[in-house]
């Protein structure tokens, strides 16, 4: 396996932890994302090109979900680090694992709605003590899965 895929592999594991345990993304796992992307590149393409491949990865990453911050409908760690794997991607891989991350992000979506769906069903009560930051905590849907899923699915070999 190439450099490539064991820091997509690393930052990608401890950014599922982190948010899926606290719902947030530490700033350090994006900086290693975006680190070991301009490493990557600059080893691969050398000074000039590999700083372009890198940062113009991370600004298209940055950009792909954007909006969705802007509109509330996701968290600044995953625009980070989406933006730290653009690094590594470059702008046309990060294009493919935002596609995939659409993708495993519905369904993700769908599981945690039918599953409420089904604790509502059966008669669960919904946890409604705490702050509203806590409410809100406990409704969100962690995303790093998804991104993570979708850099692995873009690091895949097509052909």
């Known amino acids: 396996m190439s450099a490539q895929v064991w820091i997509a ?7 599922m932890a982190d948010d899926v345990m606290r719902r947030q993304i530490a ?3 994006p900086a290693a994302a975006l680190a070991g992307g301009l490493g990557w590149q600059v080893g691969r393409l050398g000074v000039l090109q ?4 890198a940062l113009g990865g991370a600004a298209v990453g940055f950009a792909v ?16 680090l989406m933006a730290g794997f653009g690094a590594l991607l470059g702008w046309s891989g990060v294009l493919w694992a ?5 993708i495993f992000g519905g369904l993700f979506a769908m599981a945690a709605l039918g599953y409420r769906a089904a604790r509502r069903a059966l008669g669960r009560r919904e946890e ?11 409704e969100s849907i962690p995303y790093a899965p998804a ?8 690091l895949v070999p097509k052909g």
Not at 128 to 138: D, L
């Open 147 to 154: 991104i993570t899923l979708g850099v692995w699915l873009s």
């Open 98 to 102: 935002a596609l995939w991350t659409a």
């Open 128 to 138: 409604t003590a705490g702050t509203q930051e806590e409410k809100e905590r406990r």
């Open 50 to 53: 590999g700083l372009l491949a």
């Open 65 to 80: 979900f954007l909006i969705f911050y802007l509109k509330g409908g996701m968290g600044g760690g995953d625009v980070k």
């Open 27 to 29: 700033n350090w796992i």
């Open 9 to 15: 592999i690393l930052v990608g594991v401890a950014a």
